[in-house]
């Protein structure tokens, strides 16, 4: 499989699998938005996956990070978020986010850079939701 095929995939399915496709598309719109700007959050959509401190999942302390590297095709979440993946990169996959360039879970204390600011789209469930911002990156 291509590499950022591969890497966009990985992130999707790592950061929103229990949202289904709505919420990993909206991850890859977040990604495309980043990439669409580069700057020290990424240059590519892989590099901007891959980043230093902006998608967990490719931390190397995250104690999934094995599963998630060796996931396959195999596991439909992964499945579908290869074809979301491939959609992305086709320029086929709608922006349904209006933007976003950063998200967080609704679990998670609010962190600074979302203070104040409203959230353009919400995906997922109660307890789990992602809360998607428009920030208006600059390098």
Not at 17 to 33: C, E, F, S, T, Y
Not at 110 to 134: D, I, M, N, Q
């Amino acid at each position: 499989m291509d590499e950022t095929i591969d890497t966009l995939a990985r992130t999707a399915w790592a950061e929103a699998r229990g949202h289904g496709l709505d919420g990993m598309a909206a991850v890859l719109n977040v990604v495309a938005n980043r990439a669409a700007t580069p700057g020290w959050w990424g240059k590519t959509l892989a590099g901007v996956c891959k980043a230093r401190h902006q998608f967990e999942c490719w931390s190397p302390e995250v104690a999934a990070r094995n599963h998630i590297l060796t996931v396959d095709l195999a596991d439909p979440d992964f499945y579908d978020a290869t074809m979301l993946a491939k959609a992305l990169v086709r320029g086929e996959l709608r922006d349904r986010t209006h933007g976003a360039d950063h998200y967080h879970a609704d679990y998670i204390p609010t962190p600074k850079w979302a203070k104040g600011r409203r959230p353009v789209y919400e995906c997922g469930p109660a307890g789990s939701r992602h809360l998607f911002y428009r920030i208006g990156l600059t390098a």
